[in-house]
């Protein structure tokens, strides 16, 4: 479902990406970990195209992303793919029923529509009575929550979570994680996630290791039945 081949990236003299090859299979809830400067979140942001690599290429639903006009790069974007931040980036002035639909008018739904797919999943989120509170009025787990409904509401391929729990607490964290595993389940969801979190990189399909711009392990965490 992404591929990503011979993925390099550099910030003038200082190499931050030293040739990154990565399958993610769909539907696979995959953690990326390693120290700070290792790469995670530059290789976090070429894969959601965010920025372009240096050299390599990124397939994503076997499209070549990096060969995309700038048009078309924000149109797969905004169809594709979902973000969640560590720091829920909703937007103040309007409500969370608003927030989350704000993706979807930019694809070009309608009110009707956009309006309906986001009650359907703040319903998913366990928070229609906050339908119609701003950020301010929201408890950080529900800001995160209302956060990855906004992520979901184009139905994405893939989520990409940059540090999604670092600013919760533990309780809230695990229901976080909870959740990335219910969408998983009902909606098939792919996630990539960068976390310093280790109890969500234990629980992960795969953890991923960076260290110095380059992969270091890609190891598979079995459960059994």
Excluded: W, Y
């Excluded at 076997?62 to 006009?69: I, R």
């Excluded at 509170?133 to 990855?148: C, F, M, T």
């Amino acid at each position: 479902m992404i591929d990503v081949s011979g993925v390099t990236k550099s910030f003038g003299a200082l190499q931050v990406l030293k040739g990154i090859d990565l399958h993610i299979n769909k539907g696979e809830i995959v953690s990326i970990v390693g120290p700070s400067g290792a790469g995670k979140t530059t290789l976090l942001q070429i894969i959601g195209t965010l920025d372009k690599p240096n050299g390599g290429r990124v397939l994503i639903d076997g499209v070549d992303v990096c060969g995309l006009s700038s048009n078309k790069l924000s149109d797969f974007r905004n169809q594709h793919i979902g973000f969640v931040f560590q720091f829920h980036q909703l937007l103040p002035e309007f409500t969370a029923l608003e927030n989350i639909m704000i993706p979807a008018f930019i694809a070009g739904e309608g009110k009707g529509k956009s309006k309906t797919r986001a009650e359907e999943l703040l319903d998913f989120m366990g928070l229609s009575d906050r339908a119609s509170h701003k950020p301010n009025e929201l408890s950080g787990g529900e800001k995160q929550r209302v956060a990855v409904a906004r992520a979901l509401v184009n139905n994405p391929s893939v989520i990409l979570a940059d540090e999604p729990s670092g600013s919760l607490d533990s309780k809230n964290k695990e229901e976080l994680h909870s959740l990335f595993f219910r969408l998983r389940e009902e909606l098939g969801q792919t996630f990539v996630i960068v976390t310093h979190d280790e109890t969500l990189a234990s629980i992960t399909d795969r953890t991923i290791k960076m260290k110095d711009g380059l992969l270091q392990a890609d190891a598979s965490i079995e459960t059994t039945e």
